[in-house]
């Protein structure tokens, strides 16, 4: 029975860690269809490129960064048994699949960052910066939310009697990659032609409103094993995970829907936003709860979206820093009081902590994103030529189109 359980339990990740592996795909399609045609190639380039890099980085530095285990200590990776003074892996791999289950979150990071620098930003100093994040910033942080590192659980459980609460990362992954975005989008500037002096904004329209549906589509169904499957064992699995997530997905739909005007960029991401708020709270939240969770997370993204494009001049191409940033946020803060009891949850959250943990998640990806990208700009260019900004990424970079037989006379 023991060995059926670990069984289960590695099986059980693993599943997991293909659906949010297939959500890679959909960050690439929601960019490929947002993007103009000439940048399309760029994107899908970019997002596979990230994952590897991610991959490797996290292998060799990030996971050790986060919760101390390396895959140097023990030659026993397949068998399980210990080999000279080196720990062993777990019977039938189960430490491993977890790497794998995590690293796809790791590789969120730069995924969600991809979006915001979109069109204008150079490809290898891009990587260099994903390879950063993946290793040492992203890790850091998840270390001490997720494995408690550095202290920060045992102080805020005992200073308000709950420590920082995040299942499925709603700050951990979704916040700290769009703030991440927020110094790299400030960083690089808007793109050409997009704002005019005066004031007027220049409207660029997406490519392919089906492939960024899609790519809301592919979110949209691989969430469930990013949310659920967070609990990393069948015996932790919960129903009340799956439900939330349909709920504050549909609110941010309709919530979008309505605040956007039926503006489809608008209702397919506020799904995703909806889903980006819940994850925090997810495992401990009444449905009704989640359900206005996702309404004020998908009216919030139409809200700074249009606020950062129009108004403060943020050239975030795919919105990510709203998406992923503010809903990010809420969606932290929202676990601390959603998830008391007075208000329908499970309780064992504080409001304090939550606000505490969130602000401290905001502040840490802004401005490492920030120094990062200002000393890769310093130091080798972040940013396309304004001749290859116009010739798009895809010749520039890639030197072929998203459809090269269109060039065939």
């Keep these: 029975m023991e060995a059926f359980q670990t069984g289960a339990d590695v099986f059980f990740v693993l599943i997991g860690a293909i659906l949010v592996f297939a959500m890679h795909s959909g960050f690439a399609f929601l960019e490929v269809g947002t993007v103009q045609h000439k940048n399309q190639v760029n994107a899908l380039v970019k997002i596979m490129s990230d994952f590897a890099v991610s991959t490797v980085s996290y292998f060799f530095i990030g996971f050790m960064v986060a919760y101390g285990v390396n895959f140097f200590s023990s030659a026993a990776i397949i068998s399980g048994q210990e080999v000279g003074s080196g720990e062993p892996f777990i019977s039938s791999g189960y430490d491993l699949v977890k790497f794998f289950f995590l690293c796809t979150f790791a590789a969120a990071i730069p995924a969600i960052i991809s979006g915001g620098i979109a069109e204008r930003a150079k ?28 202290g920060l659980q045992s102080w805020l459980e005992n200073t308000f009697g709950a420590g920082f609460h995040d299942f499925a990362g709603s700050v951990v992954v979704h916040a700290v990659g769009g703030w991440l975005a927020l110094g790299a989008i400030l960083n690089l500037g808007p793109r050409l032609g997009r704002y005019r002096e005066g004031g007027s904004v220049v409207g660029i329209p997406p490519s392919s409103i089906p492939w960024l549906a899609l790519g809301s589509w592919i979110l949209c169904i691989g969430w469930f094993g990013f949310n659920v499957m967070s609990a990393q064992s069948v015996e932790g699995v919960s129903g009340l995970v799956a439900m939330n997530s349909l709920m504050a997905m549909v609110g941010g739909i309709l919530a979008a829907l309505v605040v956007g005007k039926n503006d489809p960029g608008f209702v397919h991401n506020g799904a995703l936003a909806g889903l980006v708020a819940v994850c925090a709270g997810s495992d401990i939240m009444h449905p009704l709860g989640s359900l206005f969770v996702g309404i004020i997370a998908g009216a919030g993204f139409v809200y700074f979206f249009q606020q950062a494009q129009n108004k403060w001049r943020i050239d975030d191409v795919l919105g990510v820093w709203p998406l992923h940033g503010i809903c990010g946020a809420w969606g932290g803060i929202a676990a601390g009081v959603f998830g008391l009891e007075a208000l329908g949850g499970l309780g064992g959250v504080s409001v304090a902590a939550q606000f505490i943990g969130t602000l401290i998640g905001v502040i840490y990806a802004f401005v490492a994103g920030y120094i990062v990208y200002g000393a890769l700009k310093a130091m080798v260019g972040i940013r396309l030529t304004a001749e290859d900004e116009t010739m798009g990424a895809d010749l520039a970079i890639h030197k072929i189109r998203a459809n090269p037989g269109e060039d065939i006379l």
């Design 123 to 150: 490809f290898w100093p891009q990587i260099a910066a994903t390879a950063i994040f993946v290793a040492l910033i992203y890790p850091f942080f998840e270390g001490m939310v997720w494995n408690g590192n550095m």
